[in-house]
């Protein structure tokens, strides 16, 4: 099983539609969740970090976790044509990320 | 955030020779990670790097091939030695700026070819 696992995608919404991607992870003494996207070419930037269970909100982004099932998502309204790229889900049991494979999102205009 | 950087950008090497690639960070940060992405895979970490001391490999990655220094808290090298075309990859460093908050940030990369 691997570490961190997200659906390889691609995945393709409408402009303005909300994009939700998933990921589990298997450390269950994760304490750490972390969301990079990455555009092509480029280096991974931090979009969110959650640490607790539930939602955390960060304009059109929301990140959800869930420790008893050992999941993370991220929800992105109104999704842009500006936010395709690939979306690295991230968990750091002991100070030692380990990154999902990634999940590519493509927003149609 | 920190400000990141990473030299060279790009490097078209080949077989059998070694590459230097540097970290420089404008703030001074603990701990300092060389991760390698090769083409469409995730980030697979290499090493931390430890200032004062020897760097933290991850299975499958040894200092012979890799070795890493880190001279100060804001500065650190990556060498690959003896390169294949294996080893043509996109090599990122990261820093985490603040221990309690485990958030890793991106330098730009360095993109390597292996002919």
């Known amino acids: 099983q691997k570490e961190v696992e997200q659906n390889s995608g691609p995945l393709s919404v409408p402009e303005g539609a909300i994009a939700s991607l998933n990921c589990t992870y298997s450390?269950?003494?994760?304490?750490?969740f972390f969301w990079y996207r990455q555009y092509s070419g480029k280096s991974p930037e931090l979009i969110m970090s959650i640490y607790s269970n539930g939602d955390k909100e960060d304009g059109r982004f929301t990140a959800q976790l869930n420790k008893a099932s050992q999941y993370v998502s991220l929800l992105i309204r109104d999704s842009q044509p500006s936010d395709s790229a690939t979306y690295l889900c991230?968990?750091?049991?002991?100070?030692?990320?380990?990154f999902g494979a990634g999940t590519r999102l493509t927003v149609k205009p | 955030s920190a400000v990141i950087s990473q030299k060279p950008s790009r490097d078209i090497c080949q077989r059998g020779t070694s590459l230097t690639i540097q970290c420089q960070v404008d703030s001074q940060v603990t701990m300092m990670f060389w991760y390698r992405q090769q083409p469409g895979q995730s980030l697979t970490l290499i090493a931390t790097?430890?200032?004062?001391?020897?760097?933290?490999?991850e299975s499958g990655f040894v200092i012979d091939k890799f070795p890493i220094s880190r001279p100060n808290l804001t500065f650190s090298t990556l060498t690959v030695s003896n390169m294949s075309p294996e080893d043509s990859s996109i090599y990122l460093c990261?820093?985490?700026?603040?221990?309690?908050?485990?958030?890793?940030?991106f330098g730009p990369g360095t993109r390597l070819t292996v002919l």
């Open positions: 450390d269950r003494g994760s304490q750490s």
């Open positions: 991230a968990v750091n049991p002991n100070n030692d990320m380990r």
């Open positions: 790097a430890n200032q004062g001391s020897e760097a933290t490999y």
């Open positions: 990261s820093v985490d700026l603040a221990r309690s908050t485990d958030t890793q940030y």
